[in-house]
């Protein structure tokens, strides 16, 4: 049993990766995971690369923010709620407040031509570590003929549908090949263990909490009297719910409701913040700090109340999720051991590297042959897979070259 000096010093050094983390995660939930392997797995061990890739797998099947549910859940394992709440606001915080003083500033987003010539070179790295990602997950999880068969299957899915819900339904899918073919027949017993060991209190307050903002958010949403900030609460709360499939599926939908439904703000505002997004490391969903505030600014509200229109937004979002996978981490050893559901998560995780490889697919063409940037995304790779460079080293060369020249 660990010292509690020593405890604690393992949680300091967790903290201090999570910060290194926030400020290097560029590209996306798909290279997010491969940042999570190099941080949480290879340089210290906190948890092993089997359970990070079980962590991976119940985040891509709940709602919500797969990278944010899935460091909680790391944090979680090294030190319960208290570590993992605080992983969670240092994970979210810097860029949503980036995105909230760009909505107020709004007028500053004109010279973001300046800011994407210094960040040129960030989407070649980040092609890289998705590239060393899609390597390092592919060795690991594609070892069988139907896992190789599902990651194939849901690479061509995702480049040939072009469609929200193929996330989910590839995830349910390729769940249930991998469960209906590599599962046993046993396990009553465990079940019931399972569901003994599960407080009917805490399941109350667990549903209530999720679903009792959700009931009465729908009613608010359809009348008008209540203000702004509540409607964006349950606009943002709502979301968070239905969304699964990450930053990609986000943001089509945020469009739909916020621009061409409910007209809190322009097509040409939501655009410019979500190229500024695009440039930021951290998690996508904080672009929702940008259109709550931004959303404030439309109807009238000053500084502060664009403040608090940044923080409904992100917490809004990140809400649901954070509650669900606060709800099951801790029962998730037990979960897994049926059998069922342990067998699913290997059809999972052959689906998660096929969105992995479509998304690099789908990010490199527009790149283009620019020999370049094809240079820097090889370079990146071979120094992720042959030395131990740290990705953050490489993210900030990436910034001084685009600063240079």
């Known amino acids: 049993m660990q010292t509690k000096p020593i405890a604690a010093k393992r949680q300091w050094l967790f903290i201090r990766n999570v910060i290194f983390f926030t400020f290097t995660s560029f590209g996306g939930a798909q290279a997010h995971l491969a940042l999570l392997l190099k941080y949480f797995v290879q340089s210290t061990k906190f948890i092993s690369e089997e359970e990070l890739l079980e962590l991976n797998a119940l985040a891509q099947v709940l709602p919500g923010p797969a990278s944010t549910q899935t460091l909680v859940g790391i944090a979680w394992k090294v030190g319960k709620l208290k570590l993992a709440i605080i992983t969670f606001l240092i994970w979210i915080l810097p860029t949503a407040a980036i995105m909230t003083f760009a909505a107020i500033s709004y007028a500053l987003l004109d010279q973001k031509q300046k800011f994407n010539d210094i960040l040129q070179y960030i989407q070649p790295i980040a092609l890289g570590i998705v590239a060393y990602g899609a ?5 690991k999880v594609l070892s069988s003929q139907v896992s190789v068969f599902l990651a194939i299957a849901s690479v061509i899915a995702t480049l040939v549908l072009r469609n929200a819900y193929v996330f989910p339904l590839s995830i349910l899918i390729g769940g249930m090949i991998s469960s209906a073919i590599e599962t046993p027949k046993e396990e009553t017993e465990l079940r019931v263990k399972l569901f003994s060991n599960i407080n009917p209190k ?6 209530g909490a999720l679903l009792l903002f959700a009931l009465v958010g729908a009613i608010i949403n359809r009348t008008s009297p209540f ?5 964006l609460l349950e606009n943002f ?27 809190y703000l322009p097509s040409s505002g939501f655009l410019s913040g979500f190229a500024l997004q695009q440039a930021l490391p951290g998690p996508t969903f904080s672009f929702t700090s940008y259109l709550g505030a931004l959303s404030m600014k439309n109807f009238g509200y000053g500084m502060w109340g664009q403040i608090l229109g ?16 606060l709800f099951i981490v801790p029962f998730w050893d037990d979960l897994k051991k049926i059998s069922r559901i342990r067998h699913s998560l290997s059809g999972i995780n052959a ?6 490889i479509a998304a690099f697919v789908l990010l490199l063409i527009p790149m283009g042959f620019n020999w370049l940037f094809l240079g820097i995304m090889l370079a990146t790779f071979l120094l992720l897979n042959f030395t131990r460079v740290s990705p953050p080293l490489i993210v900030l060369a990436g910034i001084l070259v685009g600063y240079l020249f």
């Open 135 to 139: 390597w390092k997950l592919g060795k």
């Open 202 to 207: 805490k399941m109350i307050y667990f549903l």
């Open 227 to 231: 203000s702004l900030p509540i409607r």
């Open 237 to 263: 709360y709502r979301n968070g719910i239905l969304v699964f499939g990450g930053g990609q599926v986000l943001v089509p939908l945020m469009f739909t409701e916020f621009v061409e439904m409910k007209h």
């Open 310 to 325: 940044g923080l409904i937004g992100v917490i809004g979002i990140n809400l649901p999720g954070l509650i669900l996978v």
């Open 351 to 356: 689906v998660s590297v096929g969105f992995i």
